[in-house]
């Protein structure tokens, strides 16, 4: 499988769903795709806090959130023999088989494309943030003003530091898009097409999973045993469409130690999990109330 | 099912070359109006198969962004500001000052042997590994081979 | 590699999931060592001895590739009589006379007919391969450990997969950058790693090879085409004088040898006066050859610059580089800038170099003042690579054409159009002087000889830029005709923009290639080894985008002649046929009669394996059909360099200018012909100064460029990177007490950087043998280079710690290894911080180098003093 550079694909015409493999065997953490996702979707500066050096290693995006799509975490450790290990993982929206966050949404400005992605419409999003606290990966935010010193204002794209100036989108949400206005193009997402080694593949998103299988085989077969496919079937959102490879969690773990150490969910879990159950306790009140009231009629 | 884009051949796209590091990634500059609205990796070069790195990715806001200089501009002697100088005026001194300065510098002969040096060490250049080919070539020609200049350097003494 | 050239590792990453072993050496472990199989940790400045562990090991269990080293190299030649190596005079070479080396002693020996004495088994004692086994010898393991901090289970993996990987079914290929070339013995460093690939086989076959990373756009073209002193287009030497190159016999005296590719220089040396001076270069006046300038000492940067810090230059053209930042020792690259009677600064944004007399730190520090600056200083905004249409050479020697996508803004001009207007103009005052007197001035003879004939285009509201594809086709060269009979209609077929200004016939069709050029003035030539980019066919072939093949041919063009691996040959046996069918790339074909493959030759085409060497034979034609390496005298890979190296025919290792360790080798504890520039403002730490004692390198993030200007000045990448910061191992950190994040201030006897801590686990404290029974510990701190004090992004400059040095063959600077302190805490304020300094290190004396005393209070006119040394 190879991301398809230069050529025109029709997955919107045809309704293929598509997704992200995210390989950090792959990665070497060169943050191309996060500058590409900025400068492709116009999304304004909002990283570059001084100080954030550190425990976050060569990390000063932080995480993902309204104006950060794409996002390449730096996890530092060692190998058993006391050798450093430099991990890269290139973050993104999951675009959730079943998405708390369009689920959430009271305005339905997040809807489901013909792609399978997940997008947020601009213009009816009303800024509630009910999809926010609904998304199980912490990807979805809405769009405030920086509180760190920022760098990088003078072009015009980032606020400056304590910016009183409106940021474009200010209070909307706002998260990856699967670059929905390439894929009408038949373009490829601008990470994936900057990506250099490839770390980042895009494509329908059955091809993926079979890739993603072979590929995690591959890795135990050279010896990089603790390679795990994060894919989101744990947990209630019933998949993803950006899925990942992990590695530095315990050899044999199902994710559980990998997604810790790369901070995703190793039990993705969406409210409508909690709704449905407050619901079923709300039925479950009527229909009791009701039978006592009808007793106490009958009585 | 696919189809090759062909891109380059359209006419709001020019096919350049990355201009920060010396791997030589291929580039599709596309524009309107005058304006450049993306730059991406070249798909078809065998350099860089359409990638880019952050830096290769960044060209975009490289050309456009709000702090590139724009006017030609003129700190006078002692001065502490700036001030506008028109390009034309700007080239005048410019050409007055080398003109002067290597006149009045000149070293024609070797004072002991007699022999021809043709050369000035007191008008100086620096840069090159930034620039095209040609405007190098432009540079050590009237530098060197035209004004005797030899004090001729850039960042590709390796 | 994956940190500075990440699309360049992008075919690491594929050649890894082929099964490739990746192997990274580096003081550090960056986003690359992540990827490799086997990271190296190394003291900088310990490289030389690392790779003559190799070369040891290669050459102690012959596992070197011997058909290939016996046959294309010069393993077998004997070394002159008298030759002695370092081993012997307590760490130099025969010849040395307290300056220089007299290589005399270096030679190989000849027969009466000047050919090489070459005894086939290698085993004569004096033979190249033997000296060698005797140079490397004491690169022992435990040598190396002690040196270079490399233990010797892990030199021996190195060794066992370097050696795996070689031979004639396999190729290992060594790529580097400027921390291998930024040493006082860096050319030395690459030709110890340039000797082990030959030794393994691994020149002039896929796969194989010794490739240099670099690091702008077109630094390549900026050496090929070069903006350096001394040499011209094409590697031709710039005339010296006082050495009897006064004439162009006695320039081909010296650089042209009679055999070998540089044979040729003549004809190259010809076609560029031709191409410089057009009609004006006769045969009657040698071609032109005594307009040109001579040089008369080493007129690069540092050498130049410190002429400025003295007074003795007046004007500098500063053409897109950004000395304040990205050049050594910035504080006195700065304050020297300030000593200029005038600058010319052309740039995208407003870097550092333009505003020194106004925001520098020497200004917050009341070195200079304002007022007293007298520098006039013209910023020019420059056109990006969008506006413009041109070549950039890249690190493989390929040509790329730019398209030109849009037209600049405002006063936003090209190089080539700012040379040009520049030329009109001055060419202009030369005739009206000439015109005046009626006379030429000696001075002007060679300006208005100059051939500036370039058609011009508009572009939208820019006039008067020069044609680039004019330029180029000069660069490819043509053949010459009578300009003032020819009119428009006559132009030739296959003369590319063959039309002047005044629509006179300029020059006749372009040549093919080099091949053709003449030394009779018949053809002109800009640079010979671009020839062939753009032939008489009018095809540029910079801008072919139709790759074919598994090398790329169709898409640009590699000098020379398009060959993308040089000295090619070499990866067919000596009777032509492959080493073995996977490495196969050139092979001669018997049926045809040539050499063919999947590779354009680099070898005569049809030059048969077996031809016997031609005795009276020039040029190549003196070398037999078995010798691929066609740039030299004999046609062989030169492990052993008997001419053109000033600091020995064999690397060694030397210490560090700075360094902590007394070389453990001999006596000599650095190379003795780097130059150091002892001056009060450019101090080195002596070896034992406690003061410093730690080992400090420097390096390039992914997210940045160079100086900055390009990147700081970005959101996108500074968001990425928004600080300075200095990698300090958890081991140090606990010895000084830093945690990660606490500011800290890195100083030495050039200057005081603050950054924050990085500590972490990827800086490793190195065990390097033992000292009085206890093992010795080297720590090592690492910081990038690329913030400055003006811009969005900013910080202090870490060049500012790097002392002006260079290196005896090029010229570089020692940046990769040097010594420093590290302090907990922030820096003095700028108004403090030259106190502090002094208070710490008194023999800075920095008042009395310019400092607030000196020049602060001295309102002096800078071009009064041009000849006042500074008390």
Redesign the interface.
Known sequence: MK????????YVERGVTVGFLTDPT?C?????C???C???NDVP???????????R??D??GDLGASTWRHVKFV?T?TEEG??????LSDVCKHCERAGCLEACPTGAIWRTEVGSVLVDDDRCNGCGYCVVSCPFGVIDRRGRPTAE?????????PSSGSSEAVAGEGGAFKCTLCYDRQVE??IP?CA??????SIMFGPLVDLKEYAQVRVETLHQRGVTDAVLYDGQEGNVNGIHAMSVLVGGSVGDAAGDAADLWGQPSNPTAPYAYLAASWSSALLTVVLSAVACWLAFVL | ?????R?AQRPDCARSVCPYCAVGCGQLVYHRDGKVT???????SPI???????K???S??LVT???RLIWAKVRRPGASEWERIPLEQAMDEIAERTWASRNRNWVDRDADTGERIGHTTAVAHLGGATLDNEENYLIKKLFTAGLGMVAVSNQARI | M?EAH??G??WV?KAK?RGTKVIHVDPR?S?????ADL?MPIRAGGDLAFLGGLISIVLKEKAYFAEYVEAYTNAGALVHEDYQGPDDLGGLFSGWNAESYDTSTWQLERDADGVLVRDPTMEHARCVLQVLKRHFARYTPSMVEEIAGVPEQRLRAVADHLIAASGPVKTAAICYAVGWTQHSKGVQIIRAAAILQLLLGNVGRPGGGLMALRGHASIQGSTDIPTLYDILPGYLKMPRGGVGETTLDGWCATHQPRTGWWANSRRYMVSLLKAYYGEKATHANDYGFGLLPRVTKDHSHFHYWLEMADGGIEGLFLMGQNPSVGAQNGRLERKALAQLDWLVVRDLVEIESATFWKDGPEIERGELVTEDVKTEVYLLPAAAHVEKAGTFTQTQRMLQWREQAVEPRADQRSEAWFVHQLALRLQAMARAESDSSNATADRDAALLSLDWWYPEVEHGAIKGEPQTEAVLAEINGWRTVDRQAGRAAETQPGAVCALDRENHVHHGPQVAGFSELNDDGSTACGCWIYSGVYGPDGVNRAYRREPVGRYGHGWGYAWPMDRRILYNRASARPDGKPWSKGKALVWWDDSLGQWTGHDVPDFPVDKRPDTAADLNGEGVAAHPGDAPFLMQDDGLGQLFVPEGLVDGPLPTHYEPLESPLANALYAQQSDPAAGRFDRPDNLFADLGDRRFPYVLTTYR???HHTAGGMSR???????????L?VEISFELAGELQIE??DWVTVVNLRSAVEA???????M?PLRMGSQDGKPRVVHQVAMPFHWGSS???RGDVVNDLIPLSSEPNVSIHESKALLCDVVPGRRPGDRELLQWLEQRYPELEIARTGGVANVGHGARSASDDASEELV
């Open positions: 991301n398809e550079r230069g050529q025109r694909h029709n792959l070497i953490g060169c943050k191309a996060e500058v590409a900025k400068e492709w500066s909002d990283g570059g806090a001084r100080a954030a050096i550190g425990s290693s060569y000063h995006s530092e060692e050798l450093p290990r430099w991990l890269f920022i760098i990088g204002s003078i072009a015009g794209t980032a038949g373009k601008a097409n900057a990506c250099p080694t490839d | 099912m696919k189809t090759r884009s891109d993306s730059i991406e990796g070249d798909p078809e860089n198969a359409g990638t880019l790195c952050p290769g990715s960044a975009k806001e962004h709000e702090g | 994956a990440p699309v590792f992008r990453m999931e472990f986003r690359t060592s992540a990827q990271w993030l992914t997210e000045t970005l959101s996108r990448l500074s968001e990425l990177q928004p600080e910061f990660d994040g924050r801590a990085l500590v972490t686990r990827r490793m811009g969005p992004n």
